[in-house]
């Protein structure tokens, strides 16, 4: 059966720095340092700050549970406009645009989760993302293409 | 603990450990909707490994409802000793998982254009 670790709150020196090797390895499990697949060094965020309060690292997984969901409806919609939908002028394109939508708001989310867990840790400022304004002002755009190309299939 | 301005005879006043654990079962049901439509969209196609993959990802998406009532009631004490509740393995998974299943619904939707 699953167990979450025992994790204790840093001492007060880790408070904005991170921990020592020996010190957070324990804390670090597998989890350690890790590389992204861009090559940058993506870290545990548990192994920096302290431990915060509860409601915030649950409002974080909450915010990255919604950003995955998000994706998985961009990808729902692109299958349903490519396979689903029976001539509709232009499906195919409006469903890779949709998809690709979906490939990036997923490969951000777990970058952006630990970013947030971090500053939270920190005591920080959340970093700031353009990737929300970016989604909406794609996924507006979208709409207003899948009416367009449907009035024009239908001249 | 509670902390901040809730009531410390309270356990999660806020109700945010049960609000959280929705979250997670409605990622699941999402998880599994894509998993039936690609399935779906793969049979129709005749590619029986994209349609398994399908069938895969639903599993994965039942599998995370079932783990996120197993981490409901891990982190009640956790949350009521005022430990740390993140889940940085299970994120990862997830987040993992998601951008292989958007990846193959990507590759298999452009291996199939009219296009080509």
Not at chain 1, 41 to 52: K, N
Not at chain 2, 3 to 15: E, H, N
Not at chain 2, 40 to 67: D, F, H, P
Not at chain 2, 103 to 113: D, E, G, T, W, Y
């Amino acid at each position: 059966m699953y167990r979450l670790p025992n994790l204790r709150i840093c001492v007060q020196s880790c408070n904005v720095a991170e921990t020592s090797s020996g010190e957070s390895d324990d804390r670090r499990g597998n989890g350690d340092r890790r590389r992204s697949v861009a090559g940058r060094v993506v870290s545990d965020p548990r192994s920096v700050g302290t431990d915060p309060d509860y409601r915030f690292t649950l409002a974080n997984e909450r915010t990255f549970l919604a950003w995955i969901r998000t994706a998985l409806a961009l990808a729902a919609g692109g299958l349903g406009a490519i396979n689903l939908i029976e001539n509709f002028y232009g499906q195919e394109f409006l469903g890779m645009l949709l998809l690709g939508l979906s490939f990036i708001t997923a490969a951000t989310s777990y970058r952006r989760w630990a970013g947030n867990e971090r500053s939270i840790r920190l005591g920080a400022p959340l970093p700031a993302s353009r990737l929300p304004q970016f989604l909406t002002a794609g996924t507006a755009l979208l709409g207003v293409v899948a009416a367009a190309l449907f009035v024009i299939g239908e001249l | 603990m509670p902390r901040g301005g809730a009531d410390p005879k309270i356990l999660d006043a806020g109700l945010q450990h049960e609000r959280t654990t929705l979250a997670w079962e409605r990622t699941g049901i999402s998880a599994i909707v894509v998993g039936v439509l690609l399935a779906r969209s793969a049979v129709e196609a005749s590619q029986q490994l994209i349609a398994l993959t399908g069938l895969a990802a639903a599993v994965v998406g039942a599998l995370m409802m079932l783990w996120s009532s197993l981490l409901y009631s891990n982190r009640m004490e956790p949350i009521e000793s005022g430990f740390d509740v993140s889940h940085p393995g299970g994120t990862r998974a997830i987040g993992r998982f998601t951008v292989l299943l958007t990846a193959i619904c990507f590759f298999f939707s452009v291996q199939n254009l009219s296009w080509w």
